[in-house]
């Protein structure tokens, strides 16, 4: 049912939801157990008075301090992982010499996608002046090469949305008049859902695209086909 | 309504002395005055509370309404009909906003806080009762403005009940250009009602207390309310202000939210969570002071380390300002900013686990009495402890990024507030029914309400969990057009809750049925039918105008938990018992 983390960091996400369901699962079967144990055994029978204890000696309440401590350090295992991965998805950008880019820009109620043309360049600047000439567009359709690294810079025409695609463990709202950079390396072939995941309006529940990994063979075909419709335009 | 308000003025005629402290200028008030404009607090309780059991059906008729389309897009719905996108956003709004706004809030802190208040600190009325009864009104118009904006020909406003701009904030984008400002209107009635509640509250407690009552022999349900109230008035103002220039952006064009115009859409955010996340606190606190009487009156226990619970209370109040932005983490605030909230937002497992471990730790050489009112009061445990522990992976930033806007932030609060909300509510209204109404209710029946409704509720959500691992994401009206979620295994996973969820709703029919004809048919009460320790037990049942004969207002000798003392014959020790 669990569709599998098809990127880098969608594995270490994974591994910090492992953690920590192993951490606080460990606390919910330690709870529970003792709880019901306890009702069960001091259920209201004959003969059995009530003990008065009332848990304000320092003997009495080591029992909470204690778990309280290791509540604690469990706390600060969990801090450290998830920052670890906060850090890596959210605060790190990758930039080897190949990265790739495109544009995601969110609008009611669908997703378009831009991709630099034959040229390599996104953005005009002074250096490239028709750069954006041979800029590929797509809507409701993103084709990445498998294995490479794509920084994606975000924007949106109108309302929040929210770039999410489950199968990479991403999610990242989109705003108007911002512009948010990020990145992912999609590792596996194949064909995944991209959602908005922020409510848009009336159309929210129709707002999906398609997330095509295709290895560099057939990205290099679709490029091909693309780049020449568009450059025909 | 009626029916119910003459039983209990029958009730009330039939002590001799109510009559007596019916004296100061409130004979022959007519029944209008008498229910609809009154000044006491036992009757704007019961406002508050038949209100928001009123908006509770509401709020769970939409439930079914969207569950049905979830459960089978494109169905004709018995009692709805084909639903479209447009209907289903302005239900799942207005299912949140009305079952935190106007079912948990009155029911738990307005109808609880005023009926008990008085009663459990030994004074005759609120502090200032023609504030409250304003505060009713208010609440009352809020509810009403609410209903007409969800039942407009426009349609009900359908941008979440988090509301946020620009999507809220312009009828361009969302298409209801007077329903949205209805909904911030009723939002804003609404905290202005809690606010003269609020102070009501406050100030009653620290001034009219049974003498010899320190702080310490309060009962836990009044400190847990008092918090919440001080939570709620710190935390309200901000959103206050931000409704107002929500609606400004709305009408007059000003655009405080407008990127457009120089404003910031997360700018709503912050404020909206500021008070949001105290607001879960401001619910949660008096559920677990409910939960904390009742457990103590049927262990026949003192609450373990009574001071540490209420100390964990105040810390959990505190914490509570600072961990708002774990709701914003990919909001695109600075990144850097989920690191602190990280941080914070964990700190709060250690007062809450706490507070959970005193709860287990009470029932240690106990004598457990699984009445219906006991029966809810361990379920609100056994229950909250998963949306407790569930709410680690989403204050944990790393695996937010996964499970931030998918059903398994659904399920994990719907762990946290249907405890408090429903859980929390029944353990209280069946505890302190007897003191209500002066008649006990069927256990045989609340027990077959108890089991008819846990058990379908962990069925409702649990497969929430599931779904949100699988990617699924919120308030999508149909999942047919994605074709990761419209697997048949995932599909009966909602079929199942969907099912659930209507078993659920059943039953509470027997809970309804319970309750009205135990008003008039239920076994008498007598004042203190569950041999508790609390003022409000030394009242008659139901308490007359002033609760007790003017001149036998109770004192106070000792803490309100006082059960099993060694060398006594009973195994309790009511408050106002002299030494």
């Known amino acids: 049912m669990l569709n599998e983390a098809i990127t880098t960091y969608g594995k270490d996400i994974d591994f910090l939801v492992a953690l920590i369901a192993v951490i606080v699962g460990f606390f919910w079967i330690v709870c529970e157990g003792l709880f019901f144990w306890l009702i069960w055994k001091f259920r209201a029978r004959d003969g059995h008075d009530t003990k008065y204890v009332p848990g304000e000696t320092k003997e009495e309440k080591k029992w909470i301090s204690r778990a309280h401590v290791l509540i604690l350090l469990c706390d600060v295992v969990i801090v450290v992982f998830a920052v670890k991965v906060w850090v890596e998805v959210k605060q790190t950008l990758p930039e080897p010499e190949n990265a790739q880019v495109v544009r995601v820009i969110g609008q009611q109620w669908a997703w378009s996608f831009e991709h630099p043309g034959a040229d390599g360049v996104l953005e005009a600047s002074e250096a490239h002046p028709n750069a954006t000439d041979d800029n590929i567009w797509m809507v409701d359709e993103l084709h990445l090469e498998v294995g490479q690294i794509y920084h994606y810079k975000l924007e949106s025409r109108d309302v929040l949305h929210s770039l999410s695609i489950p199968a990479f463990r991403l999610k990242q709202d989109a705003i108007p008049g911002r512009q948010i950079m990020g990145w992912f390396k999609p590792l596996e072939t194949g064909k995944y859902d991209f959602q908005c995941a922020e409510m848009c309006g009336i159309g929210h529940g129709v707002m999906g695209a398609q997330v095509y990994i295709e290895t560099p063979e057939n990205h290099a075909a679709w490029m091909a086909t693309h780049g020449s419709v568009a450059a025909n335009d | ?579």
């Open chain 2, 1 to 579: 309504m009626s029916d119910i308000e003459t039983q209990v003025a029958t009730e009330d005629h039939s002590h001799d002395h109510s009559h007596g402290h019916d004296d100061h200028g409130h004979h022959d008030q007519g029944w209008f005055m008498k229910y609809c404009w009154s000044t006491d607090h036992k009757i704007i309780a019961m406002q508050y509370m038949f209100t928001g059991m009123a908006m509770a059906i509401v709020g769970g008729f939409f439930a079914y309404a969207f569950r049905m389309q979830l459960a089978f897009p494109g169905a004709d719905i018995p009692g709805w009909g084909v639903m479209n996108s447009a209907e289903y956003n302005s239900l799942v709004t207005n299912h949140g906003t009305i079952m935190i706004f106007w079912v948990a809030m009155p029911v738990l802190i307005a109808a609880f806080g005023n009926y008990l208040i008085p009663l459990m600190i030994g004074c005759d009325d609120m502090v200032f009762p023609r504030i409250n009864r304003l505060s009713y009104q208010v609440f009352l118009l809020s509810a009403i403005v609410i209903l007409v904006s969800v039942a407009l020909p426009e349609g009900g406003f359908g941008g979440a009940w988090t509301a946020y701009p620009p999507l809220s904030s312009d009828s361009a984008f969302n298409l209801r250009p007077t329903s949205q400002t209805l909904w911030v209107v009723a939002v804003g009635l609404e905290f202005v009602a809690f606010l003269l509640g609020g102070i009501n509250f406050i100030t009653t407690v620290m001034n009219s207390r049974a003498p010899g009552m320190g702080m310490f022999d309060i009962p836990a349900v009044v400190w847990m309310i008092i918090i919440a109230s001080i939570l709620f008035m710190l935390s309200v103002g901000p959103l206050l202000a931000g409704a107002i220039m929500l609606i400004f952006d709305q009408t007059i064009g000003t655009g405080f939210f407008d990127p457009k115009q120089g404003g910031d859409p997360i700018l709503w955010q912050h404020l909206f969570w500021f008070f949001g996340h105290p607001e879960v606190y401001v619910v949660l606190l008096p559920a677990c002071g409910i939960t904390a009487d009742v457990m103590a009156t049927f262990s026949r226990k003192k609450i373990f380390g009574y001071k540490t619970f209420l100390y964990t209370a105040f810390a959990t109040g505190i914490l509570s300002f600072f961990v708002w932005a774990h709701h914003q983490f990919i909001a695109g605030i600075d990144p850097r900013m989920a690191n602190i909230f990280t941080v914070t937002t964990l700190m709060i497992s250690v007062p809450i686990a706490e507070m959970c471990f005193l709860f287990i730790a009470t029932l240690w050489g106990a004598s457990i009495r699984l009445t219906t009112p006991m029966l809810w009061a361990l379920a609100f445990v056994a229950e909250f402890l998963i949306g407790g522990v569930t709410g680690i992976f989403l204050g944990a930033s790393g695996a937010d990024i996964w499970f931030h806007d998918t059903y398994f932030v659904v399920a994990h609060f719907h762990y946290t507030f249907y405890p408090i909300a429903i859980i929390g509510t029944f353990a209280g209204v069946t505890y302190w029914f007897p003191k209500m109404f002066g008649r006990m209710m069927s256990d045989t029946w609340g027990k077959i309400h108890f089991w008819g409704t846990i058990i379908p509720f962990n069925f409702i959500f649990i497969p929430m969990f599931f779904l949100g691992l699988a990617g699924q994401h919120r308030r999508i009206y149909s999942y047919e057009l994605f074709p990761e979620l419209s697997t048949p295994a995932l599909q009966n996973l909602r079929i199942l809750a969907t099912c659930a969820l209507i078993t659920m709703l059943i039953f509470q029919v027997i809970f309804l049925l319970n309750f009205i004809i135990s008003m008039f048919r239920g076994q008498k009460a007598g004042k203190n039918p569950w041999k508790a320790n609390t003022l409000e037990w030394t009242a008659d049942s139901p308490p007359g105008h002033g609760n007790w004969p003017p001149d036998e207002l109770p004192n106070c000798y000792r803490g309100p938990y006082e059960y099993g003392t060694p060398g006594r014959d009973t195994d309790y020790w009511p408050q106002d018992e002299p030494s």
